[in-house]
């Protein structure tokens, strides 16, 4: 029979068909972090097991930790608290732990590939839904509920219906300024937030083919931002090239074993999917959003739509551009905007931080603007200094911080006050996402780049010369 | 972790007619900082239910005393965004056991199935039905049969039937969870893990 990419790693990793019910998924490797997990243990303790696999199980400290001063114990009580839950967690059930202040910590989606616990064909799941973007790898990895981290962590295994296929294809050639965000946001402007919902989407075309794995992780990152449980691209040359020596990664004769299975792993000619798209790369701009999903954006040369001419309530819309202080047919160019996020598991890697820099190189940070750049680990941090791009950032005004999710969710301190707009590089523009009545404008690193050195919404392309 | 037993539900409703409701909103993320599952009803829709200065808003469906009920019923697209089962909790802390909507956001679902809140998908037609029904009397009942899987208007007895995965209906009904049953098939897990030496 012939099987898409997601059949055959799926369909390897089912350890029973329930009858008339869920498969019961093997899990490969499993990420921990310090918000979903404590319950989790907790329900062990009462159960009185312990972790089953402790080396298939990564923990590390991220959603809470501040991006200052990290040196120093944590403010928040709260947060203190929930840190040091996991760290005696990982400690009692001998799990790799890399909290606060250790070399190998960062965001969970980032240190994952860094680190080589991210492979082709496996299946990944975290209490994170965007943990989709393992799925740049070719392996299943999805975003799960502290039930099922509990279910994981005493048993390896989940229990879940299998999903619906989508492929979505997009050849040509993309044009200068536009990013793998943009590609993201388009599609997610397309197929709406819930376009994708009970399906697992596979990226196939030359777009993704011709994208670093960096770019292939932003889009895979952003599956669920369209309601998809995740989404995937074939493995390939870059991909082999990108995980090989990496401290987890297979070895030896183990790498030649694992070689013969990954380079099975594409899907198969005449192989069908539930549903199809296809669009062309060439038509898509840098993108921005203007309201309060990932599903409300538009080209950056196009004007706010009607309510007339949105899918669903108007009432619904309305609510949104209320929220945002935007009207219909209002363009985004200009408007004025007072923070810039750069960082997050969704642009918050090397790559992103040469693009950022490269675009404020020779300009100077808006006065009106504040500027959060939080990189994605302590290896991105590193990278940041080693390349020189830290010095170019400073002589432009701009300071780093140290990583975690920082203001993707703003649990920390790193919060965008009521009123205020934030074009930010992460994943989601939710009501108070940023912190309570923020409004997020969301965009690539390039866009948020030209947002901090002009101080308003500016098309990027402007600035390339 | 154990819940309550689910079988037939009979309640009046609060309705919530706005579509894509996030999880960001059911339980903001500065709620997420606890350790244990205490206290999270208390948050629930915490930005769009009280002011800054913890005043409650007075035109929230939650503030306003005339809806009440253990059926949350919801736009379409329901629970989308963070996958933070914290969300669930709220919902079933604040005292609702079912939620309905013509759409729900695929690991919301799952949490709440995961928690003993039953997720009830219905037409956009009989969604629209139940809103109006409720603004015509705020107290118009509503009955949810899991072993049958209807859910009825009772005032104008109109009705629909509504999916579920028959082993999820077995563990709600029975107040079952999953890590029991794998933890039966715990050898089998072993056995299947040696293959996989990742
Ligand atoms: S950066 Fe944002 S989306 Fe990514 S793991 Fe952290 S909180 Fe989740």
Redesign the pocket.
């Given at each position: 029979m012939k099987k898409t990419l997601f059949d055959k790693v799926w369909d390897g990793h089912v350890v029973q068909q329930i009858d008339r019910g869920p498969d019961v998924l093997f899990i490969d490797r499993h990420m921990v972090?310090e918000v979903t997990s404590p319950v989790a243990f907790l329900g062990l303790k009462n159960r009185k097991i312990k972790v089953l696999y402790p080396e298939r199980t990564f923990a590390t400290a991220?959603?809470n930790t501040p991006t200052i001063n990290q040196h120093l114990p944590v403010q928040d009580p709260l947060s203190a608290k929930q840190l040091e839950a996991l760290e005696n967690n990982a400690k009692e059930h001998g799990i790799s732990f890399w909290g606060l202040g250790h070399e190998k910590n960062g965001?969970?989606?980032v240190v994952g590939p860094e680190y080589g616990i991210t492979l082709p064909g496996a299946t990944i799941v975290c209490g994170?839904?965007?943990t989709s973007?393992h799925g740049a790898f070719g392996a299943i990895a999805f975003g799960i509920g502290t039930s099922e981290v509990e279910m994981v962590l005493s048993t390896q295994c989940i229990l879940q219906p299998k999903p619906k296929k989508m492929r979505i294809t997009i050849n040509g050639e993309l044009q200068m300024g536009v990013t793998p965000k943009d590609v993201a946001l388009f599609i997610i402007s397309k197929l709406t937030t819930s376009g994708a919902t009970g399906h697992f989407v596979e990226y196939a075309g030359d777009v993704f083919t011709n994208m670093t794995m960096e770019g292939r992780m932003t889009v895979c990152?952003l599956s669920i931002e369209m309601g998809a449980r995740g989404g995937m691209i074939a493995p390939d040359e870059k991909t082999f090239h990108y995980i090989k020596d990496r401290e987890f990664t297979p070895k030896g004769t183990d790498w030649d074993k694992a070689m013969d299975y990954w380079q099975d792993l594409y899907t198969d000619e005449g192989a069908s999917f539930d549903e199809e798209y296809f669009f062309n790369g060439s038509e898509i701009e840098p993108m921005i959003t203007f309201g309060t999903n990932p599903g409300m954006g538009i080209g950056i040369s196009k004007n706010i739509p009607d309510a007339a001419n949105v899918e669903g309530g108007s009432a619904t819309y309305e609510k949104s551009l209320n929220y945002m202080g935007y009207n219909e047919g209002e363009t985004m160019i200009g408007k004025e905007i007072d923070f810039v996020f750069l960082?997050?598991?969704?642009n918050?890697r090397i790559e992103d931080f040469r693009a950022f820099t490269e675009m404020v190189k020779g300009r100077k940070k808006a006065a009106n603007v504040t500027a959060w750049l939080v990189p994605?680990s302590h290896k991105v941090e590193k990278a940041i200094e080693e390349e020189g791009l830290l010095d170019i950032l400073k002589e432009s005004g701009f300071e780093l911080r140290e990583p975690?999710?920082?203001a993707?969710?703003a649990?920390n301190d790193d919060k965008v006050p009521v009123g205020k707009y934030a074009v930010s590089t992460?994943?989601?523009n939710f009501e108070g996402r940023q912190g309570p009545g923020s409004r997020t404008l969301l965009a690539s690193p390039i866009m948020a780049a030209a947002a901090a050195v002009t101080g308003k919404v500016t098309d990027p392309r402007t600035l390339i010369n | 972790m154990a819940y309550d037993k689910f079988d037939i539900l009979k309640s009046s409703a609060v309705p919530l007619p706005i579509e894509n409701v996030d999880t960001d909103q059911i339980i903001p993320?500065r709620f997420l900082k606890a350790t244990e599952r205490v206290g999270f009803g208390d948050n629930l829709f915490r930005d769009w239910r009280y002011n800054s200065d913890e005043s409650p808003k007075k035109d929230f469906v939650l503030n306003n005393d005339t809806y009440s009920g253990k059926i949350l019923v919801g736009g379409k697209n329901f629970g989308s965004g963070?996958s933070r089962e914290h969300a669930a909790w709220a919902i079933y802390d604040y005292g609702f056991r079912c939620v309905v909507s013509s759409f729900f956001a695929d690991i919301f679902r799952n949490n709440c199935l995961n928690i003993g809140v039953l997720p009830v998908k219905v037409s956009p037609e009989f969604l629209e039905h139940v809103f109006n029904e409720i603004n015509r009397n705020p107290s118009t009942t509503l009955t949810v049969n899991l072993p049958n899987q209807t859910i009825m208007i009772d005032a104008t007895g109109s009705s629909e039937s509504f999916d579920i995965n028959p082993y999820k209906k077995d563990n709600m009904t029975n107040g079952f969870d999953d890590i029991d049953y794998l933890l039966n098939i715990k050898e089998d897990i072993k056995t299947f893990s040696k293959d996989t030496p990742l």
């Open positions: 972090h991220d959603h965001i969970v989606h994170d839904s965007h973007t990152n960082g997050s598991c969704t918050g994605g975690g999710c920082s993707c969710l649990m992460s994943n989601r | 993320a963070s």
